[in-house]
């Protein structure tokens, strides 16, 4: 029954789009292209070429005036100065050198809500959810205040509670398993004992040339979300297959991962009258990674020039991308590449991948990640995730009044923003969920979550 919900959201937004009788046909057809292209393609039900709630397949107003977002002036860009923060994040960095987002990368509750909003047409709902995690996770709840890269002494600026998670890791470097992840887009893995591939807040630019070869192959050259889908595929078959220490928790490795690849293609596609719904080309998306190409054609990139290129038209204001959005697209990536929404990771070498028991881990709310191609489930399972992971990890806090302080807004601050991932009021009372350290135990790959420092040679 719960897997039938999103196959009827599937054959209503394919219906609505071109008229597609079932997914039995899209299922039939994709088998027909593969042997055409001699290539496998992974997916049993095909990533929707529009992913998300259904309304966005149909969209179709463009308005040049609201959509052109500003480069000049006061977001006329400059490179990060001395000092200054840049991460992992290619939308937050751009953000910050436009001056969307503070220009020294420290985020605040304030410059999250309408910078992201004004820069992409990202929706409150998912703005107050990303901001509100990462800051209890990566930063000062307190304040509100994190870093958008590795480690800043900025975060922790409240006098007598200052560093109230002992050392705030920002989103990458030691920030690892808390909202960042292995298999992004882009960036490393952490852990991988590959000196050359281990950065998680450096793009890598031999994943970067995967993606524009597989956009070359699936789509004339465009990024698009179906491209993205796949990409996320290939990058965790990489790490299964390269790093000994590969892991994927529930909120980092299943849910934002996926998530940073939907950004990719819908926040950082450019929108016109002729496309409505966004196209983004290997151009455009250079400007937003920071890349260039040097005379022979090779990727190359520098770190933290991310740029919002001139000309470009962002999301229409009621087409914004909402937290529910960011569900439904993971879902039906779940739908498509059930590995992806595998919670687990190698056991210490390579192709060693085991799944962690999703009875166990989640208390009989699932019994197969496959019931995470259900949105309203998969929002319940982050859910109790999250509810378990977050107050567990503030234990870190060791000043007792801080740490009396920072559990008194569990209540007030994070329950309120969490609430949008019961996307349908259903999840009701959830069984209580478990920590990263808790079901992690026999992961090398998971032993990170509750270390802050350490001396690093690359980031
Ligand atoms: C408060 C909001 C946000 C937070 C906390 C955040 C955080 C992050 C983090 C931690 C990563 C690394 C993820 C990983 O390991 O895979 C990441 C990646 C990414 N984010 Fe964001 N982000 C935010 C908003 C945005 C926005 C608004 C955009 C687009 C406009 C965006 C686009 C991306 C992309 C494309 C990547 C992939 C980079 C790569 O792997 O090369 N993000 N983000
Ligand atoms: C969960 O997945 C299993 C295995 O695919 C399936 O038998 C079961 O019906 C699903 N349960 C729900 C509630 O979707
Ligand atoms: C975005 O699309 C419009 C319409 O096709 C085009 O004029 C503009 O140059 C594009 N912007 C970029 C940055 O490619
Ligand atoms: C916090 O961690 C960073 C990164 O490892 C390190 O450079 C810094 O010295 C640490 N700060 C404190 C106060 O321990």
Request: hydrophobic letters at 35%; one cysteine or more.
């Amino acid at each position: 029954m719960m897997k039938s919900i999103i196959a009827t959201s599937l054959i209503a937004e394919v219906a609505l789009v071109a008229g597609f009788p079932d997914i039995a046909r899209k299922v039939a057809e994709q088998r027909a292209l593969e042997q055409r292209q001699g290539g496998f393609l992974p997916s049993l039900v095909p990533f929707p070429e529009f992913p998300g709630t259904p309304n966005h397949a149909v969209f179709n107003t463009f308005d040049p005036k609201s959509q052109l977002v500003s480069t000049s002036g006061d977001h006329a860009w400059q490179a990060p100065g001395p000092g200054d923060i840049r991460g992992p994040c290619a939308g937050l960095n751009a953000a910050a050198n436009h001056g969307y987002l503070p220009r020294d990368g420290i985020a605040t509750a304030q410059s999250v809500n309408t910078g992201l909003w004004e820069a992409y047409g990202l929706d409150k709902t998912a703005t107050l959810f990303l901001q509100t995690a990462t800051m209890f996770f990566d930063g000062d709840p307190i304040s509100g205040r994190w870093s958008i890269g590795p480690h800043s002494d900025k975060t922790a600026s409240l006098g007598p509670l200052s560093d109230v998670l002992g050392n705030q890791t920002g989103i990458c470097a030691y920030g690892h398993l808390k909202t960042e992840a292995d298999a992004s887009i882009t960036r490393g893995d952490w852990l991988d004992p590959n000196p050359e591939f281990n950065g998680n807040c450096a793009s890598h630019p031999k994943f970067m040339q995967e993606l524009f070869d597989l956009a070359d192959k699936r789509a004339n050259g465009f990024i698009t979300p179906q491209v993205m889908a796949e990409h996320s595929y290939n990058r965790k078959q990489y790490s299964i297959q390269n790093n000994p220490n590969y892991f994927a928790p529930v909120y980092a490795g299943v849910a934002f991962t996926f998530g940073a690849h939907m950004f990719a293609f819908e926040l950082l596609g450019n929108h016109s009258a002729e496309e409505p719904r966004g196209f983004l080309t290997k151009e455009v998306f250079m400007d937003f990674f920071s890349y260039k190409k040097d005379a022979a054609g090779n990727l190359k990139y520098t770190y933290g020039h991310e740029r919002i290129p001139d000309n470009w038209y962002k999301r229409h204001a009621l087409d914004a991308w909402t937290l529910t959005d960011i569900v439904v697209s993971t879902a039906q990536q779940c739908a498509s590449y059930p590995s992806n929404c595998q919670v687990g990771g190698n056991t210490g070498t390579v192709n060693s991948f085991s799944g962690v028991d999703p009875g166990d881990l989640t208390g009989g709310l699932i019994n197969s990640f496959e019931n995470l191609s259900n949105p309203d489930k998969l929002g319940c399972f982050i859910l109790q995730n999250l509810q378990a992971e977050i107050p567990s990890f503030l234990s870190n806090v060791l000043d007792p009044a801080s740490l009396s302080l920072v559990n008194g807004l569990i209540p007030t601050v994070l329950m309120p923003a969490l609430k949008g991932l019961d996307i349908s009021g259903t999840c009701g009372n959830l069984p209580p969920g478990r920590t990263t350290p808790g079901y992690g135990g026999v992961y090398p790959g998971a032993k990170d979550m509750n270390v802050f420092e350490g001396p690093r040679a690359a980031y």
